[in-house]
């Protein structure tokens, strides 16, 4: 059933990882029916078709290295205030909106200003840039469990909430998001804290879409064959037996 998104209210929706065809039928219901998207950056233009064609579509995409972005609080800001004045809003991010999307913080920020919200969760790309990639994040007689990561900080930072030296002697899996600039010091904290130098392990650039590039290695190479391979983020870095089924179970080509 088709539910109308009520004047007032904000969706934030997750756009999935890059290819527009993982995007949600739910999501895609909603972008029909909003009158204001605020867009992120790494969203691709595909997703958009499916927003009217005489909506208000507001890029608020931020990236690490400029200061021309809106600021988190400017985006929240943004929502409020198209809510507040009757509109319907959707909130595109890519990936879900929940894993290290900041959705948390918006929802928040529009509870406190009163105004109703949903949630539309997305296909992360910790999930689908692997699956693409030919790796599952756990796959029987490998591994039961998965962790997913940020690598914005590195391992030895105080301000770092990750539990490394746990990941590191950990059986599983382990996914680690926006890590592409941090890969040296991330690998080499792995191994300090434990981890087999040996383990496999890869990265995939832009998964699910036509960019996507994938260079397999072990723990220990990892960065040096990504640097002299030139991959560009966003980067997805899997970390685990797992990686070796890519072998066998490659099956997308961009």
């Known amino acids: 059933m088709t539910r109308e998104l009520a004047p007032g209210t904000v969706a934030l929706v997750g756009a999935g990882p890059g290819d527009p065809g993982l995007l949600t039928l739910r999501g895609a ?34 990236t690490s290295w400029t200061g021309t972005a809106p600021r988190q609080e400017e985006i929240n800001a ?6 507040q004045a009757g509109k319907r809003v959707v909130r595109l991010k890519g990936g879900d ?13 529009l509870v406190a200003a009163g105004v109703p919200f949903i949630v539309v969760p997305g ?4 999930i689908a840039a692997a699956a693409y990639a030919g790796i599952p ?21 105080e301000a770092s909430q990750v539990r490394w030296q746990a990941l590191a002697t950990g059986p599983g899996t382990l996914v680690i998001l926006m ?32 960019n996507q590039r994938v260079i397999v290695s072990t723990l220990e ?10 991959l560009q983020a966003p980067v997805a870095t899997i970390v685990g037996d797992v990686v070796t089924l890519r072998e066998t179970l490659q099956w997308f080509t961009p």
């Open 29 to 62: 219901q909603l972008l029909g029916q909003a009158d204001v998207v605020l867009v992120d950056r790494l969203v691709d233009p595909g997703v958009l078709e499916h927003v009217r064609a005489d909506a208000e579509v507001v890029d608020v995409g931020k």
């Open 78 to 83: 943004q929502l409020v205030g198209h809510a």
């Open 97 to 109: 909106p929940f894993v290290f999307g900041r959705g948390s913080e918006e929802a928040a920020a």
């Open 123 to 126: 296909v992360t790309s910790a």
């Open 137 to 157: 994040v756990t796959a029987r007689g490998y591994t039961q469990d998965v962790c997913i990561v940020t690598g914005h900080l590195d391992p030895d930072d």
């Open 179 to 210: 890590g592409h600039d941090r890969l040296p010091l991330l690998t080499q904290g792995l191994i300090r804290h434990g981890r087999d130098p040996g383990t496999p392990a890869a990265c995939v650039q832009q998964g699910t879409t036509a």
């Open 221 to 230: 190479r990892l960065a040096a064959d990504v640097a002299e391979a030139g």
